[in-house]
């Protein structure tokens, strides 16, 4: 059985960090491109930045700068450091992992940006 648990979300200050995990089981982790996405209320999930399996990477132009993404394959975890939040910023944080046609998702931790 497959899952994604994430954690590290929570209620933060304008200027702020977090660092966001995500725990993988029942993957062969390292070969799965990992990903995180967001989603904030009345608007559509939207790709926050991704990792593949040779750790290269790409970050959503709104991020760039500001978060990190990165991959401890001996933890089969990915992180997401996240920096100079903003209000914006606000939304439900969804890991994915995907390889060829397998596509799984975690449940979602809620970071909110607010003074």
């Known amino acids: 059985q497959v899952q994604l648990v994430e954690s590290g979300g929570g209620l933060v200050q304008p200027g702020e960090s977090l660092r966001l995990s995500c725990a993988a089981s029942?993957?062969?982790?390292?070969?799965?491109?990992m990903g995180w996405y967001r989603q904030a209320p009345g608007n559509e999930r939207e790709l926050v930045a991704f990792?593949?399996?040779?750790?290269?990477?790409y970050y959503t132009f709104s991020v760039k700068g500001r978060f990190t993404i990165s991959r401890d394959n001996a933890k089969n975890t990915v992180y997401l450091q996240m920096s100079s939040l903003k209000p914006e910023d606000t939304a439900v944080y969804y890991c994915?992992?995907?390889?060829?046609?397998?596509?799984?998702w975690g449940q979602g931790t809620q970071v909110t940006v607010s003074s």
């Open positions: 994915n992992a995907v390889r060829l046609g397998d596509d799984y």
């Open positions: 029942g993957i062969n982790f390292s070969i799965f491109t």
């Open positions: 990792i593949r399996s040779d750790r290269s990477t």
